[in-house]
């Protein structure tokens, strides 16, 4: 009885890793091929990584939990993103002194940029357990926990904006960002929209029912209204 939960946990840990592997390599893969350009500057910028992180470490509640999943992900999508890269030529590297020379692999610079993800990786992965737990607590916080990762997502989205319309170096990037800054918004606040769906649905009268005011000497049942005897 007790291992079902614990074969559904490890397989649920092993699909993240899947799923961080390929959404690394396919970020790497984009960035080398122009036919992907939308994609590359969709997914492949911090927004799409952090996003795609919340997504994995959704399901849980606990901190604990939602980090190890946040992990599973980052972890192995960062690993992959830097040896698909290497795989590319990145880090091929040609002496100035001698350009007809031999070419070398940087690996100390691969090295480096999966360390320096890797420590980003875990403090996102934290600080997105965190945010998690507090959504799923609901409440004022929970509220605030919700509207972080939208609100960031649309404050990059324009100020990536703000900088590309001066110097238009990145039309794809604009047009990318101009169409995820009021989608991003729209999430930050749907639960507001919700709340106030709903508090304007229970302050509707029923069908049918005739509204009456405070000290009204008349009963409105189902649209008839009869007056009380008089005394």
Same mark, same amino acid.
């Given at each position: 009885?007790?291992?079902?939960?614990?074969?559904?946990?490890?397989?649920?840990?092993?699909?993240?890793?899947?799923?961080?592997?390929?959404?690394?390599?396919?970020?790497?893969?984009?960035?080398?091929?122009?036919?992907?350009?939308?994609?590359?500057?969709?997914?492949?910028?911090?927004?799409?990584? +952090? $996003? #795609? =992180?919340?997504?994995?470490?959704?399901? !849980? @509640?606990?901190?604990?939990?939602? %980090?190890?999943?946040?992990? *599973?992900?980052?972890?192995?999508?960062?690993?992959?993103?830097?040896?698909?890269?290497?795989?590319?030529?990145?880090?091929?590297?040609?002496?100035?002194?001698?350009?007809?020379?031999?070419?070398?692999?940087?690996?100390?610079?691969?090295?480096?940029?999966?360390?320096?993800?890797?420590?980003?990786?875990? +403090? $996102? #992965? =934290?600080?997105?357990?965190?945010?998690? !737990? @507090?959504?799923?607590?609901?409440? %004022?916080?929970?509220?605030? *926990?919700?509207?972080?990762?939208?609100?960031?997502?649309?404050?990059?989205?324009?100020?990536?904006?703000?900088?590309?319309?001066?110097?238009?170096?990145?039309?794809?990037?604009?047009?990318?960002?101009?169409?995820?800054?009021?989608?991003?918004?729209?999430?930050?606040?749907?639960?507001?929209?919700?709340?106030?769906?709903?508090?304007?649905?229970?302050?509707?009268?029923?069908?049918?029912?005739?509204?009456?005011?405070?000290?009204?000497?008349?009963?409105?049942?189902?649209?008839?209204?009869?007056?009380?005897?008089?005394?």
């Amino acid at each position: 009885m007790h291992s079902q939960p614990a074969f559904h946990r490890w397989r649920s840990l092993f699909l993240l890793l899947v799923a961080g592997a390929a959404f690394g390599a396919t970020n790497s893969i984009a960035n080398h091929h122009n036919e992907m350009v939308y994609f590359t500057k969709l997914v492949g910028n911090d927004w799409g990584w +952090l $996003t #795609a =992180a919340m997504i994995a470490c959704w399901a !849980v @509640r606990s901190w604990l939990q939602a %980090f190890v999943r946040g992990l *599973a992900f980052l972890f192995p999508a960062v690993l992959a993103y830097y040896i698909s890269d290497a795989l590319h030529g990145t880090y091929i590297t040609v002496d100035m002194r001698n350009p007809t020379g031999p070419k070398e692999f940087d690996l100390l610079g691969m090295l480096v940029n999966i360390f320096a993800y890797s420590v980003i990786s875990l +403090l $996102t #992965a =934290a600080v997105l357990g965190l945010l998690v !737990v @507090r959504i799923h607590q609901r409440g %004022f916080l929970g509220l605030v *926990a919700w509207m972080a990762v939208p609100s960031y997502v649309a404050w990059s989205a324009w100020h990536t904006h703000s900088y590309l319309g001066r110097t238009p170096d990145d039309p794809e990037l604009l047009r990318v960002a101009d169409i995820l800054f009021p989608v991003a918004i729209f999430i930050a606040v749907l639960p507001l929209l919700r709340m106030t769906f709903i508090s304007l649905r229970h302050r509707r009268p029923p069908s049918g029912a005739v509204p009456t005011l405070p000290g009204d000497s008349t009963v409105s049942v189902m649209g008839n209204v009869r007056a009380k005897d008089s005394e």
